[in-house]
């Protein structure tokens, strides 16, 4: 492990004392736990738009896609617990 040292001003770091006492933590498990959640955040957030990309690209690369009706219908009953067929694509307009 490596140690980093920060500077923080001395109202958020009491700030920071009171939020780590609520959750039980030291102050040192509230930083690791912020930072981490920030991370992977930042981190899904660019997966989520890669993903965004290339659905994109193949949208215009096909003219092909769910109508969304479609697609609100499957999920509606993917979370009611359904095991529903995919919807198909077809080409935009129809």
């Known amino acids: 492990m490596v140690t980093t040292t920060i ?11 009171v939020a780590a006492e609520r959750t039980g933590k030291s102050s040192h498990a ?3 736990d912020a930072l981490s959640e ?3 955040r930042i981190e ?3 997966e ?3 993903l965004a990309d290339e659905r994109w690209a193949a949208l215009t690369r ?3 896609s769910v109508a969304w009706t ?13 095991r529903p067929r ?3 694509a077809r080409k935009a307009g129809r």
């Open 7 to 17: 500077r923080i001003e001395e109202s958020l770091k009491a700030r920071l004392a």
């Open 30 to 32: 509230f930083i690791l």
């Open 38 to 40: 920030s991370v992977e």
């Open 44 to 46: 899904l957030d660019e």
């Open 48 to 50: 989520l738009h890669r």
């Open 62 to 64: 096909t003219g092909e």
């Open 70 to 82: 479609d697609a609100k219908s499957y999920l509606q009953a993917r979370a009611a617990g359904a």
């Open 86 to 88: 995919r919807p198909v």
